[in-house]
């Protein structure tokens, strides 16, 4: 895969989830005022965010599966 969010912590995922979310916000901003050159690039990003979402989710609901055998 292109950008492999695989090998990062669950701190690193989020903190690369809120810069992509800033940069997604930025990017729709001057979609409206018609001033980019890659308008595709807002479904690459969104994309992505899903992707850390999902990895995020993966990552808690291991810690809970963790804590429960361990308590």
Do not use: W
Request: proline share 1%.
């Amino acid at each position: 895969m292109k950008n492999s969010f695989s090998g990062l912590t669950c701190e690193e995922l989020k903190t690369k989830r809120n810069e992509l979310g800033i940069k997604y916000l930025e990017l729709r901003f001057k979609l409206i005022v018609g001033h980019v050159e890659n308008p595709l690039q807002k479904r690459t990003m969104r994309r992505q965010i899903a992707r850390l979402n999902t990895l995020i989710y993966q990552h808690e609901k291991d810690k809970k599966a963790g804590a429960k055998v361990q308590g």
